[in-house]
DNA sequence: GTCTATAAGGGGATAGAC
DNA sequence: GTCTATCCCCTTATAGAC
């Protein structure tokens, strides 16, 4: 069908989001105006209207969508055998797909305080399903008694929090390649929360001993 | 000597900069206007530039002077012998004085990216002697072949992020005190870095083997 | 679908009275 | 040292022409 001259609709929705995920990432979400997500897009700033009802609303589609893109990510992993190697799929699947939306990730959780509760309330739900999959991994180990982790709730938000940690660094072009910097992570993470062999001797020993109880 | 009416140049100079802290950690920097703070003083919106010659200049003071801080806490701290009690004396140094001071905390890597830059560059210089301060360590303990670190640098950013993510969910009056936060950091970095026994003995046995390099 | 024009208000910073 | 008043610019969002 013959399209009426200028409309565009299709393709300036995503581009108006491109620009607005463009710019809240290099400037924040207060500091950027209307105006210059629309000089961006190469349209005037009323026309933003026709594709989000407010600034708000651009701001948590962006976050909306990238924390459930993490999630079906996350579910779409092949999931290995055993707590250790969960682990190690697990950081792996977490630093890449992280490394590849750097934007999408520093406005998550730049720009959390700058939504309005009902969206926030919505956002932390979803972390908080994401957070819950690297604990399941780190309370099975634990029951395996592979891991010797502490506290399972404060070891996962704390290997979220180093893993993160890479975003604020990594240069593509840099001295380190993706997947070396996969490993090195990973390693650490396994390392943080593994059993250490003697200890691990040691409860078996005792097991050993107490057989009825 | 008698003091004019009115005249609190010493008292509300400092009370500028804790309302300006307390807002740019609730709400971010480019948020908060300055007749937000003014009335957090108590004063009206022209008398705060008695204090500051603009909102900038009040962002950079606040974040050079808590990376002084953090400087100058360290550099007080008695570190004891070797690097594996250094390491946990400093993850125990810096969740301790992180904690104590969310905000500063908060909105110093919060508010970086709006630094002019000059001020940005000031700051990175501060930090980065502060993660050097890490990364000494770690090559002193890699040196005397008691941690097993595959990237000193990128260890130390890792262990940095880790530590720094205890901000953002620590409350004081919280399931886990101070002492037992400090203790499972400081435990989980040690193990990420700490060279294993196994290897630690092979190692001591390939050196025993060739003794003369 | 995009534009121009405008409403209604807030922003940083300064001048000058007291 | 603090106030009021003001300058001038920018903000989000809407109305209506094309």
Redesign the interface.
């Known amino acids: 069908m013959a399209r009426k001259t200028g409309s565009h609709s299709d393709i300036t929705g995503p581009r108006v989001r491109a620009a607005a995920l463009k710019l809240f990432a290099?400037?924040?979400f207060?500091?950027v105006s209307m105006r210059q997500i629309a000089a961006e897009v190469g349209v005037q700033a009323g026309a933003l209207y026709l594709y989000t009802p407010d600034k708000q609303s651009l701001l948590f589609d962006l976050l909306r969508d990238h924390m459930q893109d993490v999630l079906d990510g996350w579910a779409a992993v092949e999931k290995p055998e055993g707590p250790v190697m969960q682990l190690e799929a697990f950081t792996r699947f977490h630093i890449r797909f992280h490394l590849e939306r750097p934007e999408q990730v520093f406005i998550s959780y730049?720009e959390l305080?700058?939504l309005e509760p009902d969206n926030f309330k919505a956002l932390e739900e979803m972390r908080r399903e994401y957070e819950n999959a690297l604990e399941a991994i780190l309370i099975a180990g634990q029951d395996e008694g592979l891991f010797d982790v502490?506290?399972t709730k404060?070891?996962t938000?704390?290997?979220?929090?180093?893993l993160?940690?890479?975003t604020?660094?990594y240069k593509p072009d840099g001295r380190?390649t993706l997947g070396r910097?996969e490993a090195?992570?990973s390693?650490?993470?396994g390392?943080?929360?593994r059993m250490?062999?003697?200890k691990e001797r040691k409860m078996r020993k005792a097991t050993q001993e107490e057989p009825a109880e």
Chains 1, 2 share one sequence.
């Open positions: 290099a400037h924040g207060a500091a730049m305080r700058n502490d506290d404060l070891t938000l704390a290997l979220i929090s180093m993160n940690g890479v604020s660094w380190l910097v090195i992570y390693d650490m993470a390392k943080a929360v250490p062999r003697w």
